[in-house]
């Protein structure tokens, strides 16, 4: 099955020890995006956002990110990009108006078929958080339960269990669980018209190479079993209201028992073990060192 996949991931920004906006730092804003090679970049309230094309192959798509980044660093040098799910901003970074901007869009959640809304208050307090959001898209077309309303939602399910859950527990950042009182709870998607963007990762999954390849490929074993409707007994073994409890709760040991018990036999051995790989042998550089940049 072809299918193309994107990524919008947002990245802190840090200098001499300090977190920095990337307002007056990044060019490029949500409407006017900076174009660079194989993505572009902008600043989204605080965050130092860049976006990629589609790619059709995980090495493709590894290589894409990896251009954009080191395009990235000499833009935002003498800062350094930081992968952190949630961080505290100094008040000092946060005057401009665009720093407390939220929600411009609005999210959905696949399993109550509702609109997701940010709290309010969340302009009020010095939290910002950072997603790695994926956009999977159709090649000519197909598949076509990506253009459809109700495959949609039935793809961003599915993506909950195939990645949702494991990110859980392979992502080590302290500050994940916070993140989710902002963005990121299990469901959060917004439907486009080439397909869907899932919106409930953090930024974890961009550290390095390893790690982009591997969501590229749970994201391919998540659509070949919507084709194929397996993901409804998926579904059915794990229960919806669990499924939602381990992402939105940060279940960590429960996600991982469960995964491998439960959802680890739908999908291939090969990405299964790569994921018990990544686990004992997690990322142990910064993103700097993981990409050679």
């Given at each position: 099955?072809?299918?193309?996949?994107?990524?919008?991931?947002?990245?802190?920004?840090?200098?001499?020890?300090?977190?920095?906006?990337?307002?007056?730092?990044?060019?490029?804003?949500?409407?006017?995006?900076?174009?660079?090679?194989?993505?572009?970049?902008?600043?989204?309230?605080?965050?130092?956002?860049?976006?990629?094309?589609?790619?059709?192959?995980?090495?493709?798509?590894?290589?894409?990110?990896?251009?954009?980044?080191?395009?990235?660093?000499?833009?935002?040098?003498?800062?350094?990009?930081?992968?952190?799910?949630?961080?505290?901003?100094?008040?000092?970074?946060?005057?401009?108006?665009?720093?407390?901007?939220?929600?411009?869009?609005?999210?959905?959640?696949?399993?109550?078929?509702?609109?997701?809304?940010?709290?309010?208050?969340?302009?009020?307090?010095?939290?910002?958080?950072?997603?790695?959001?994926?956009?999977?898209?159709?090649?000519?077309?197909?598949?076509?339960?990506?253009?459809?309303?109700?495959?949609?939602?039935?793809?961003?399910?599915?993506?909950?269990?195939?990645?949702?859950?494991?990110?859980?527990?392979?992502?080590?950042d302290p500050t994940a669980n916070k993140r989710r009182s902002?963005?990121?709870?299990?469901?959060?998607?917004?439907?486009?018209?080439?397909?869907?963007?899932?919106?409930?990762?953090?930024?974890?999954?961009?550290?390095?190479?390893?790690?982009?390849?591997?969501?590229?490929?749970?994201?391919?074993?998540?659509?070949?079993?919507?084709?194929?409707?397996?993901?409804?007994?998926?579904?059915?073994?794990?229960?919806?209201?669990?499924?939602?409890?381990?992402?939105?709760?940060?279940?960590?040991?429960?996600?991982?028992?469960?995964?491998?018990?439960?959802?680890?036999?739908?999908?291939?051995?090969?990405?299964?073990?790569?994921?018990?790989?990544?686990?004992?042998?997690?990322?142990?550089?910064?993103?700097?060192?993981?990409?050679?940049?």
């Open positions: 099955m072809r299918f193309m996949i994107g990524a919008d991931p947002e990245l802190m920004l840090e200098h001499e020890g300090k977190l920095k906006s990337a307002i007056g730092i990044v060019p490029g804003t949500k409407h006017v995006p900076h174009r660079l090679e194989k993505g572009a970049a902008q600043h989204d309230n605080v965050m130092c956002e860049f976006n990629v094309d589609p790619a059709s192959t995980p090495g493709e798509f590894v290589e894409n990110i990896r251009t954009v980044l080191v395009q990235l660093d000499k833009i935002v040098r003498p800062a350094r990009m930081k992968v952190q799910a949630s961080a505290d901003f100094p008040d000092s970074e946060l005057p401009d108006p665009e720093a407390c901007a939220f929600g411009c869009d609005p999210d959905f959640d696949a399993w109550r078929l509702e609109v997701i809304k940010v709290s309010p208050k969340a302009a009020g307090t010095s939290l910002r958080s950072a997603g790695g959001h994926l956009h999977l898209g159709t090649v000519k077309g197909k598949p076509k339960f990506l253009l459809d309303d109700y495959g949609k939602v039935d793809v961003v399910k599915t993506l909950d269990i195939i990645i949702g859950i494991p990110s859980v527990f392979l992502d080590k902002l963005y990121g709870r299990a469901g959060c998607h917004r439907p486009k018209e080439y397909g869907v963007e899932y919106r409930t990762l953090g930024n974890w999954w961009i550290k390095g190479p390893k790690t982009v390849s591997l969501v590229y490929r749970l994201a391919e074993e998540a659509l070949s079993l919507v084709e194929s409707g397996k993901y409804k007994d998926l579904i059915n073994e794990l229960g919806e209201d669990n499924i939602q409890d381990i992402i939105n709760k940060s279940l960590v040991d429960v996600a991982r028992e469960q995964f491998f018990k439960i959802a680890a036999p739908f999908i291939s051995k090969s990405v299964a073990n790569n994921i018990k790989r990544l686990e004992t042998n997690n990322l142990t550089g910064d993103l700097y060192s993981e990409w050679r940049i």
